[in-house]
């Protein structure tokens, strides 16, 4: 079964840090994008951030520039989203998404959800 997992979320306090895993099961990420999008209860879903896996290329969001980092390992074939300095709006449940390399410009650096695989999700709370 190909699918992504994602893990990571959880409750942080204002300024705190966490870091979110998106992992591929039933297949390898050398020849995806990766995305990861949020949606707050009663917000449209937001790209965050994107990585072409094969040459390292990324993208992200105004909204998270110079707070997170995505990564890729190759090794383990999990995607990371590395989340610093977060804020109140930053509360989320947050998503996976990956795309062949070849079509995916739409994705990566496009921000534009796009599959065809998606993960069920991570929430994301930051709150005193």
């Known amino acids: 079964q190909l699918q992504l997992v994602e893990s990571g979320g959880g409750l942080v306090q204002p300024g705190g840090s966490l870091r979110l895993s998106c992992t591929a099961v039933?297949?390898?990420?050398?020849?995806?994008?990766i995305g990861w999008f949020r949606q707050a209860p009663g917000q449209e879903r937001e790209g965050v951030s994107c990585?072409?896996?094969?040459?390292?290329?990324?993208n992200y969001a105004d909204s998270v520039k110079g707070r997170f980092t995505i990564s890729a390992d190759n090794a383990h074939n999990i995607v990371y989203l590395e989340m610093t300095s977060l804020k109140p709006e930053d509360t989320a449940d947050y998503y996976c998404?990956?795309?062949?390399?070849?079509?995916?410009?739409?994705?990566?650096?496009?921000?534009?959800?796009?599959?065809?695989?998606w993960g069920q999700g991570t929430q994301v709370t930051v709150s005193s």
């Open positions: 998404v990956a795309r062949p390399t070849l079509m995916a410009q739409s994705l990566c650096p496009g921000l534009q959800y796009r599959g065809p695989f």
């Open positions: 990585i072409i896996v094969s040459d390292g290329d990324t």
């Open positions: 039933g297949f390898t990420l050398d020849n995806y994008a």
